[in-house]
T-cell receptor, first 114, second 112 residues
Framework: GESVGLHLPTLSVQEGDNSIINCAYS??????FIWYKQESGKGPQFIID?????DKRQGQRVTVLLNKTVKHLSLQIAATQPGDSAVYFC?????????????FGKGTLLTVNP | DADVTQTPRNRITKTGKRIMLECSQT?????MYWYRQDPGLGLRLIYY???????NKGEISDGYSVSRQAQAKFSLSLESAIPNQTALYFC???????????FGSGTRLTVV
């Protein structure tokens, strides 16, 4: 089964609010995590990543938090905008060394209401 | 031009037909991947290649084959298409650092 557990829920927020999307993973050996955004009819787009030696990483309006104790990853989007409406996937790299390949969760649909 | 180009964008084919999906990249990446996306199941890895001479099966390789014709080209074939192979197919590339994948725009395949 999938080690990245993100059952496809739907998150609906108002424009301007902050959004938090969560992801649970089960493989403690995973060393790298990524959040992707997928808009309708397009391929997944890289948003932000974090390595396992970090707890937090910030980008423009986005923050990823990694809690290795409980194997939990979250994506925070500040001041959510209508253009943020999409499916968001977390992904983890389980392969060690040079064996780099990602396993993806099922996704969360974010809907931003104007 | 897109960094990762997939052709065709859409394809309808009949059960039993052979079909090839093509992927080409201008990123100069050694690593290429084919994923399949089904509603509610996320992306699942079909095959991957870490260089021209390297081909590896992913979690759902049955019914598929691949060819890495050059560093820039990685094609996916369905030898005898069946309806449960109807899905959205994505090609992705990466370098050997953990910097994420670059995805193509996808091929929507329908097998009738």
């Amino acid at each position: 089964g999938e080690s990245v557990g993100l059952h496809l829920p739907t998150l609906s927020v108002q424009e301007g609010d902050n959004s938090i999307i969560n992801c649970a993973y089960s493989n403690s050996a995973s060393d790298y995590f990524i959040w992707y955004k997928q808009e309708s009819g397009k391929g997944p787009q890289f948003i932000i990543d974090i390595r396992s030696n970090m707890d937090k990483r910030q980008g423009q309006r986005v923050t990823v938090l990694l809690n290795k104790t409980v194997k939990h990853l979250s994506l925070q989007i500040a001041a959510t905008q209508p253009g943020d409406s999409a499916v968001y996937f977390c992904a983890e790299n389980i392969g060690g060394g040079s064996n780099y390949k990602l396993t993806f969760g099922k996704g969360t649909l974010l809907t931003v209401n104007p | 031009d897109a960094d990762v180009t997939q052709t065709p964008r859409n394809r309808i084919t009949k059960t039993g037909k052979r079909i090839m999906l093509e992927c080409s990249q201008t990123k100069g990446h050694d690593r290429m991947y084919w994923y399949r996306q089904d509603p509610g199941l996320g992306l699942r890895l079909i095959y991957y290649s870490f260089d021209v001479k390297d081909i590896n099966k992913g979690e759902i390789s049955d019914g598929y084959s691949v060819s890495r014709q050059a560093q820039a080209k990685f094609s996916l074939s369905l030898e005898s298409a069946i309806p449960n192979q109807t899905a959205l197919y994505f090609c992705a590339t990466s370098d050997d650092h953990r910097d994420g994948y670059t995805f193509g725009s996808g091929t929507r395949l329908t097998v009738v």
